[in-house]
């Protein structure tokens, strides 16, 4: 089967019946991120969004990493 579409496949082919994570866009002391929820106000940082580049030299807010989310 040849699948084109302007979605990745990993996104139009997911199984309906598997729960998604719950991904949020975030603000943790000034710096932009992307988190996946894993507690009522605790996330993991997915990625950070933020243009300064100081910021991702700080390990505080490397990938993986939890944050507390309010």
Known sequence: MIYYSVIPAEQALVDADTEQPDYREVEVEG?????????????????????????????????????SVS
């Open 31 to 67: 710096v932009s991120m992307t988190v996946e929820m894993i507690g009522p106000s605790e996330g993991r940082i997915v990625r950070l969004l933020s243009p300064d580049p100081q910021h991702y030299l700080n390990p505080r807010f490397q990938p993986g990493n939890r944050v």
